[in-house]
């Protein structure tokens, strides 16, 4: 387990037992050349903690995105997959050969990983990332963040979510701005979703608020999201320009990894738990910027990042404080690779 994961960081399910494997380094080992599978529908939300995992354990993983007409959708995560997307059906991606290991993420995966163990008698082990909103057995392993309510013995429940900016790869991150000498504020902005919208009245605080920063001497550096309102960008850029600092406009690759790893401080819309959970898995301040809008699970786990003393609220004044990194990933990642050889072990078993 990693710093960072102790205390409250981690809330795994006292029922897991799956001893057998304690470091990342023998889960890699043990896993070497395992077929995986991502069965999502596409979100770069559902995919990324499925990558993060698979690159975590250094497994090259195949994206299988499935797009179930409107009825069959309307019917999962209880109902039948698309016929279309049978394995036997042209362009299907359910199409073998199969894989060892199924990763699902999304309302609609889960029946999709109900279909593939059926159809493999078993031998595909499957895992599920959030509340599949089906009960537990709708895989072998699921994992879900505090904030979600499913609890069982295949169930791991962390406080951040896995994601794909492991250490080696923050380290190796560089800049696509000069330094200044000025501390950099990194500024990762998202914006309008189900539960929040960027109203004119939160951009007009947030620019406030990040002109004060300027004047307490930090320089702004940042990204916009898929999500970000255009008039939002427009004037983060704007500001950006005006006090020396640097905001992406959308030409070459996107900084985020950057920004996570060589800003001073990160300044984070609170609208995605997987912005705030990426930032964290840094150790560097995170201050938090409410958007319009509730979100009971959001909160949840705010109140679990400041409780462990990883994030504060923004409020004009960038803060210097330290802590130790938090990142589930790993501790997800070896645990997958126990419950699956367990599995194997027990299909061995059963088959001789």
């Known amino acids: 387990m990693r710093a960072g994961e102790r205390g409250c960081r981690v809330a795994s399910s006292p029922e897991i037992r ?24 596409g979100k770069a939300g559902d995919l990324s903690p499925g990558l993060g995992l698979a690159e975590r354990l250094d497994l090259a993983a195949e994206s299988r995105i499935i797009a179930p007409r409107r009825l069959y959708a309307a019917l999962m995560p209880w109902g039948p997959i698309d016929p279309r997307e049978r394995p036997d059906r042209p362009g299907s991606p359910m199409a073998p050969p199969f894989p060892d ?15 593939l163990k059926r ?19 709708t895989a072998d392993f699921l994992w879900v963040p505090q904030h979600d309510r499913l609890r069982g013995p295949n169930v791991l429940v962390t406080l951040t979510t896995p994601h794909r900016f492991s250490p080696e790869r923050l380290a190796a991150a560089t800049a696509p701005w000069a330094s200044d000498g000025r501390p950099v504020l990194g500024l990762l902005i998202g914006g309008t979703s189900k539960d929040f919208r960027f109203s004119p009245e939160d951009e007009g605080r947030l620019i406030a608020g990040l002109r004060q920063a300027v004047q307490e001497g930090w320089r702004l550096c940042g990204t916009p999201s898929r999500r970000t309102p255009e008039n939002v960008a427009r004037g983060l850029a704007a500001l950006c320009a005006e006090t020396g600092g640097w905001f992406w ?4 690759e996107n900084p985020y990894p950057a920004l996570l790893a060589r800003s001073d401080a990160l300044l984070v819309t609170m609208d995605s738990t997987n912005m705030l959970g990426e930032a964290v898995a840094t150790g560097r301040p995170v201050l938090g910027f409410r958007l319009t809008g509730q979100s009971h699970k959001l ?3 705010w109140r679990g990042l400041v409780e462990c003393g990883a994030a504060r609220p923004f409020q004009g004044r960038p803060e210097r404080y330290s802590y130790e990194p938090i990142d589930a990933t790993e501790t997800i990642a070896i645990e997958l690779a126990r419950r699956f050889l367990a599995h194997r072990v027990s299909r061995d078993r059963f088959s001789a």
């Open 299 to 301: 909160d949840t786990f």
């Open 18 to 41: 799956a001893p057998g494997i304690r470091t990342l380094e023998e889960a890699q080992r043990a896993l070497a050349g395992t077929r995986v599978w991502l069965v999502t529908d």
């Open 119 to 137: 159809s493999s008698a078993g031998r595909i082990f499957t895992m599920f990332l959030r509340d599949p909103r089906s009960g537990a057995g």
């Open 101 to 115: 290991i199924a990763i699902g993420a999304g309302r609609r995966a889960a029946a999709y990983l109900r279909f």
């Open 249 to 252: 406009d959308g030409r070459g």
